[in-house]
């Protein structure tokens, strides 16, 4: 790049696959010889990635759009609050553009019209990677677009559709490239990551001479040839998940499963539109512990949803204290417009909403205190993440970037960032570890 490079301003909001359409579209920016900076001020244009899912993401796409146009002036909109073009134009109608999700062909288009490319693309130019916003040792891989199911209080398949899955030799190809670039731990993602291949009926596909069906648990078998951390996120609780475990168990892939369930009352998941079963759900939990007992699962639900109960409530909390789940997020219901869920009757008051939410939270807090408090004495393979006051901050098998806990090493010796360690636990709190280098 030089001086007189085109400046455009990125700013990516929302989930991992928001995170990931980010990436593809710097890529794409980089590629063509356009400059990336860090502030309005000295942009050119400024291109903003918006999250539309639930209100507070709406509210902080918003504000972020409305700063960007008084701050420079000349500002591009796309991402899922993108979908609805005719809302965003009629509160900025200033704006160069509104694109949808995952459109990095219309998004370059709308560049391409009021910011010329200073020349035509060579990959050479970019990493071949590509441009990525995480550190330099993880990377999301995304493997496939939009969802089949319709969750009552989901619009997301009216943001991104319907599931569309990428060939498995496209994604093998491009996780290939991540792990002949250092990365260190592959974190898959998408909708529905267990419905994956289903839109192309499991086509088979080559490899470098393997033959792999478009399938959940034959990429998960084929990722886990790289000898990289793979994590699975966003996996919905189909049969054939019970395959994927004992490639858990095998070390194949990291034994960690990104399930969220969003409730255990079946009339609150009927009310959602979700198939569950709160009894063959603890049945599967402990089968697949049985099978691999490193296994850590993480999972998410929502409390206040219209129409649930106090003995729905309490059926939640003791389906907590059952399954006794590693990681857990809790999201109280939020009327998110579009969404089927608005109509149903018997909404649940705020301050109940509240109520529910702080005493899933502590229940929570103490079956995941337990649960660390079990791994004191234990010798874990970590992955340094950062330099920290005292020693470094780590992150183990059981910790997604980000959403997890991490692993507080105390030591005086310098860690190379990026990196694997081996550790000893030696104390634990409700969500983070604290270790020293193993000797």
Not at 77 to 83: K, S
Not at 129 to 147: D, F, N, W
Not at 171 to 188: K, P, S, T
Not at 329 to 351: I, K
Request: glycine share 6%; net charge negative.
């Amino acid at each position: 790049m030089t001086q007189n490079s085109p400046r455009v301003g990125f700013v990516s909001l929302g989930c991992p696959k928001a995170t990931v359409d980010s990436e593809q579209v710097i890529t794409q920016l980089r590629a063509e010889g356009y400059a990336i900076v860090p502030d309005y001020d000295s942009a050119d244009m400024v291109i903003i990635n918006t999250c539309g899912f639930i209100d507070a993401a709406v509210e902080e796409s918003l504000e972020t759009i409305d700063d960007a146009l008084h701050q420079n002036g000349r500002v591009i909109v796309t991402g899922c609050l993108g979908a609805r073009a005719e809302m965003i134009h009629s509160k900025f109608p200033s704006l160069l553009a509104v694109t949808g999700p995952h459109a990095r062909d219309e998004v370059m288009q709308a560049v391409h019209r009021h910011l010329p490319a200073p020349h035509d693309p060579f990959l050479d130019l970019v990493p071949k990677q590509g441009v990525r916003l995480t550190p330099r040792h993880y990377a999301y891989l995304k493997i496939s677009e939009g969802c089949n199911h319709r969750c009552s209080f989901c619009i997301i398949p009216s943001l991104r559709g319907d599931l569309v899955s990428r060939p498995i030799d496209e994604v093998m190809e491009e996780a290939q490239v991540l792990a002949d670039a250092g990365i260190r731990e592959i974190l898959v993602i998408s909708q529905d990551t267990s419905a994956y291949g289903v839109d192309r009926r499991y086509a088979t596909r080559f490899w470098r001479g393997q033959p792999l069906q478009t399938r959940f648990v034959d990429l998960a078998r084929a990722l886990g040839q790289f000898g990289l951390w793979i994590r699975l996120h966003y996996v919905y609780p189909y049969p054939h998940v019970d395959e994927v475990i004992p490639l858990m168990a095998d070390g194949a892939i990291l034994p960690y499963l990104d399930m969220p369930m969003q409730h255990a009352s079946l009339s609150v998941l009927k009310a959602m539109k979700r198939p569950g079963n709160r009894e063959k759900m603890l049945e599967r939990i402990q089968k697949w512990r049985e099978i691999c007992p490193e296994l850590v699962i993480r999972s998410t639900f929502i409390v206040g949803f219209p129409g649930e109960t106090d003995a729905d409530f309490e059926e939640l909390l003791d389906f907590l204290e059952i399954a006794q789940l590693d990681r857990v997020g809790c999201f109280t219901y939020s009327a998110v417009a579009g969404a089927a869920a608005n109509a149903l009757p018997d909404p649940v008051p705020e301050s109940i909403k509240q109520e529910r939410y702080h005493r899933f939270m502590l229940k929570q807090q103490a079956i995941s205190a337990q649960k660390l408090q079990q791994r004191v004495g234990q010798r874990l393979t970590v992955l340094v993440e950062s330099a920290a006051d005292q020693g470094y901050l780590a992150r183990c098998y059981a910790d997604a970037p980000e959403i997890d806990g991490v692993v507080h090493i105390d030591t005086e010796q310098s860690l190379p960032t990026g990196e694997f360690q081996q550790v000893e636990i030696i104390d634990a709190d409700e969500y983070d570890l604290y270790a020293r280098l193993s000797k």
